[in-house]
């Protein structure tokens, strides 16, 4: 058995949560109403979803907490080894009971107003899970539970030893599942309560799984001997060149280039000083700051140098293979028939979406090709896009490979046009990552907040309109209960004749109008690698990604 530092680590966090949890149910259970100071001891949330949830909690807490305890001092007679066979199925089942119920509450409510008790249930009931089904792999060491240990722990304690059921093997992805579920469904309960031991246990697994496992434990996606060198660190000076160590980059393939017709002002990058005053001194008053392309803006970001986004293996090795699960858009646009949503791998959307030359298998590289040569509706794969999704609060190992821009910290004006569409103040910059293959397409659309918008890997082609023209931009109303007046029911790619997915019908007069939305004023660029966007709030912009392409917006105001 492996004797490892990060698998003991991992072990007594798990064992810390497990007691942590029991210890909030007990409080809850039997809560106390004396005060302290002159204030009253603080409920926890969990009462709100009832006291026999709360009981049924608190006793897969002690369950899992018991089996750590034991696991660490099991020549104690009054610890029980750890269940297997149909008592283990039994303590998952339960758990999974819990889930399920508090996930059922997420449709009651909009997530807004969902009370925090069903997000803590949801996310204590992952953690539960997540810490009991470890003891069953190979990932906490010498802590680990195995057939013959638990035969003689039975036959010690003098029950009979007859068959013992061995535990099913645990896929390394079903666990790391586990935990990403409770990030993208529950929020893991906030940033002060689930977020913080997720990211300090998922970090600990993935060292104690380099260790145990190095390359063997990888897909075949992953593997890359003598380039990427786990064991010793992704950041070490081996003297090794980035193509060397990481293999080969992503396609830069461009099935579709639009042409630049009226070209966004573009710059060198400026200091925070010249920036602000880019936003204080417009040339036109009443429409404010207009959009502006940043070059080299970002050329220290370690994901443009050291920890390369634009290798597959590296953002492989910072997803657990590519096992992390992440919600994707399919479909071309989020306002076409058909569109929809689903969590994959992040491996799968790697191989299956973003760039098929990846895969192993030969006929998914050749229809790939040929997808290129004649990308017709027909042959074409679906498009997966990884859009507007807070990836880096839930892989900070990524998050570090970026800064937020300086320009984030200066003072832009309020809406040009519109007060309503001020909010309130941000404390900090809201993050979030744009991935896909060549086509992905955001519609013609507005945000309520500047935006910097960092090109890291590909490029990608961007129409801005004015908010002076919003009258002209035929915004959409409610659909289905969703308000969409801050998307226009005009498709640039059809306009323009770059696309031909047929309109719904309500879209039809809009459409053949399209010569008069032709003179609607724009400018347009193409974002390089190290290049950022400014736009303005209350700009109306269309994005389109023209080979494989990363980019991290930064809304501010």
Same mark, same amino acid.
């Given at each position: ?77 009054? *610890? $029980? =080894? +750890? /269940? ?10 339960? #758990? ?5 119920? &508090? ?61 013992? *059921? $061995? =535990? +099913? /093997? ?10 990403? #579920? ?5 929020? &893991? ?65 461009? /099935? ?302």
């Amino acid at each position: 058995m492996v004797t490892s530092s990060h698998a003991d680590e991992l072990h007594d966090v798990c064992a810390q949560a497990a007691r942590g949890i029991h210890d909030e149910c007990a409080s809850v259970l039997a809560p106390r109403s004396q005060e302290i100071g002159n204030k009253e001891e603080a409920v926890s949330p969990l009462a709100g979803c009832g006291l026999a949830l709360v009981d049924l909690l608190s006793r897969q807490a002690a369950q899992v907490h018991s089996c750590y305890r034991a696991s660490t001092t099991g020549d104690e007679p009054t *610890l $029980s =080894p +750890p /269940p297997v066979g149909q008592a283990q199925a039994l303590v998952l089942k339960r #758990l999974d009971d819990l889930i399920s119920i &508090a996930y059922a509450k997420f449709y009651a409510f909009l997530f807004k107003d969902l009370p925090v008790c069903w997000r803590q249930l949801y996310t204590d009931a992952s953690i539960l899970k997540f810490c009991f089904t470890l003891l069953y792999t190979p990932y906490v060491g010498r802590h680990t539970y195995h057939l013959r240990d638990l035969r003689e722990s039975r036959s010690s304690s003098g029950h009979k030893p007859s068959v013992v *059921l $061995s =535990p +099913p /093997p645990c896929d390394l992805g079903e666990l790391v599942k586990i935990l990403d #579920l409770a990030i993208i469904l529950a929020g &893991a309960a906030g940033e002060q309560r689930g977020r913080r031991w997720i990211d300090q246990a998922l970090g600990e697994l993935q060292r104690a799984w380099v260790e145990v496992d190095g390359e063997n434990g990888l897909p075949l996606i992953d593997r890359s001997p003598k380039r990427l060198k786990l064991s010793t660190g992704l950041n070490s000076h081996d003297g090794l060149g980035l193509e060397e160590r990481y293999g080969t980059t992503f396609a830069t393939h461009e /099935p579709f280039t639009p042409p630049v017709k009226h070209p966004t002002k573009t710059v060198d990058a400026l200091s925070m000083q010249q920036f602000q005053v880019h936003m204080d001194r417009p040339q036109d008053p009443k429409l404010g700051p207009e959009p502006l392309v940043l070059r080299r803006a970002i050329e220290e970001w370690p994901a443009l140098s050291t920890c390369p986004w634009r290798f597959p293996s590296y953002l492989l090795s910072r997803t657990f293979g590519g096992r992390r699960l992440v919600p994707v858009e399919i479909g071309r646009s989020y306002v076409d028939e058909g569109w929809g949503q689903k969590l994959i791998r992040f491996g799968e959307l790697l191989e299956n979406y973003i760039d098929p030359s990846l895969s192993k298998d030969k006929a998914k590289v050749e229809s790939a090709d040929e997808s290129r040569k004649s990308p017709s509706a027909a042959t074409a794969p679906p498009v997966a896009y990884l859009a507007q999704h807070p990836l880096f609060s839930q892989l900070p190992a990524l998050r570090s490979d970026i800064l937020i821009p300086d320009y984030c910290y200066t003072s832009p004006p309020l809406h040009p046009a519109d007060p309503n569409m001020d909010q309130p103040e941000l404390d900090e910059p809201l993050l979030n990552a744009w991935f896909g293959p060549p086509g992905t397409i955001t519609p013609l659309h507005t945000d309520p907040y500047h935006n910097i918008l960092a090109q890291v890997v590909g490029r990608k082609y961007v129409r801005l309109y004015s908010p002076l023209e919003t009258h002209r931009m035929h915004a959409r109303g409610k659909e289905d209960g969703v308000d969409m007046g801050n998307t226009s029911l005009v498709d640039v790619g059809i306009v323009e004749g770059w696309d031909d997915t047929p309109v719904q019908d309500e879209e039809t007069k809009v459409q053949q109008n399209s010569a008069a939305f032709k003179d609607v004023p724009y400018v347009d660029c193409i974002l390089e690698p190290g290049d950022v966007l400014y736009i303005p709030i209350g700009w109306w912009h269309y994005v389109r990604g023209l080979s494989v392409s990363f980019s991290v917006s930064f809304w501010w105001n």
